[in-house]
């Protein structure tokens, strides 16, 4: 009797370290979303609408699809494009700040 309890008990321990794993997968990528939106106000108020104007538009765009994957309850993709429209805003703010140091430049 007490052996075929045993895989019963690791069958049972393996669910539950299943779903604890994907518990973890399936949470809202909050704090992601937060620092793309930061993000993007950072490069805005570096100038990109004038000097990086394409970087910037990318890296709204990322963040609305970040958005509608939200919406869909589609977390992994909603992290993946809130992560790259922080990373398209941050290029954003770089170049803006480049063109307008050189803009200033002797």
């Known amino acids: 009797m007490p052996m075929s309890r045993a895989p019963i008990q690791i069958r049972f321990f393996l669910l539950l370290i299943a779903v604890l794993v994907s518990a973890c997968a399936v949470n809202p990528p909050v704090q992601e979303m937060s620092n793309a939106r930061q993000a993007i106000e950072a490069a805005v108020a570096s100038g990109a609408e004038i000097h990086a104007p394409s970087e910037l538009a990318e890296a709204r765009a990322l963040l609305d699809q970040a958005s509608a994957a939200l919406g869909e309850g589609d977390y992994p993709a909603a992290r993946r494009y809130a992560l790259e429209a922080k990373a ?18 002797p």
């Open 88 to 105: 398209a805003a941050i290029r954003a703010r770089q170049e803006s700040l480049r063109k307008r140091q050189s803009d200033h430049a």
